[in-house]
């Protein structure tokens, strides 16, 4: 019995987990998977088929919004980590005895709304803004020029919303680097730089691939920054997926396009973990 026990005893405290991946997310993508592949609208119902033409027509059609979803999910991303990586390495290196006080800071935008967040950077990118319209009164800038509306406001938008989330993992990892390590680095003449490719950058890299889930996901299927900071050419996939399911109500185009999505960013973290090297990454959590 005691046998048996110690052998069941990793199942079942596994079990919670499993139980958790079956009903938020197992059961979800099943009935999401069903509706994509239903006939029917919202007036008279939908039944089950096996109409596979909303996915060839979500991809003819919203390709662009994809490929843009991607384009600034990347982008946003890679900028973040940028300026994610030296402030988290500043706070955790040389923060002292204020580390605490650093990281609320970080996290004080965090506490308002996002909604009123990104809506306060639409008002801070109006063309006649407290920022952009002094530059044109003085001729700096040309009275034309204009952030708001363009992707570079939204790209904006989702690296100020997600700064917060690559800072918090990075700064955790570094925080457990064995400062003696950095000393033994120098005692054997090592430059600063070096010491920080060969050593700081290497056993920083799972705080790189966490914080890259975070913000990339996240990045890839906003919609509220592509609302707000951009127009209709910066629309994103999550934005017509908004609209198929509350304005248009094609919940089978919705669903395929939400299908499409997940499986394109399961696609894009399963090559990113194959390219940075999850071996190489446990290696140097452990």
Do not use: C
């Not at 570079?152 to 690559?166: E, M, T």
Request: net charge neutral; glycine share 8%; no cysteine.
């Amino acid at each position: 019995m005691r046998q048996l026990r110690g052998k069941l005893a990793p199942y079942l405290l596994s079990l919670p987990s499993w139980v958790y991946l079956l009903v938020f997310f197992l059961i979800p993508l099943g009935s999401m998977l069903g509706m994509a592949l239903a006939e029917g609208n919202p007036l008279v119902g939908y039944t089950m088929s096996d109409n596979f033409s909303e996915f060839s027509q979500a991809i003819s059609n919203y390709g662009d919004a994809f490929i843009r979803s991607f384009w600034y999910g990347t982008a946003s991303t890679v900028i973040t980590l940028l300026m994610a990586y030296p402030v988290a390495y500043w706070i955790a290196f040389y923060g002292g005895r204020h580390k605490s006080t650093f990281l609320f800071l970080i996290m004080l935008p965090f506490f308002v709304s996002f909604v009123i967040r990104v809506l306060a950077w639409e008002f801070i990118l109006s063309d006649n803004s407290f920022v952009l319209g002094p530059l044109k009164e003085v001729g700096i800038l040309p009275e034309n020029f204009r952030i708001l509306s363009t992707q570079w406001a939204v790209i904006g938008g989702l690296v100020y919303n997600s700064f917060a989330y690559y800072v918090l993992p990075l700064y955790v990892v570094l925080e457990k680097i064995d400062r003696r390590l950095v000393r033994a680095a120098n005692d054997l003449y090592a430059s600063p730089a070096t010491a920080f490719l060969k050593i700081i950058l290497p056993l920083s890299a799972p705080g790189v691939f966490a914080g890259f889930l975070l913000v990339f996901v996240t990045n890839v299927g906003d919609f509220v920054n592509a609302a707000l900071l951009g127009g209709p050419g910066t629309y994103m996939i999550g934005n017509i997926i908004q609209d198929a399911f509350f304005l248009n109500q094609n919940y089978p185009m919705a669903a395929a396009l939400s299908s499409i999505l997940m499986l394109m960013l399961m696609l894009a973290i399963l090559l990113y973990s194959k390219m940075f090297g999850t071996d190489t990454i446990q290696e140097y959590a452990a």
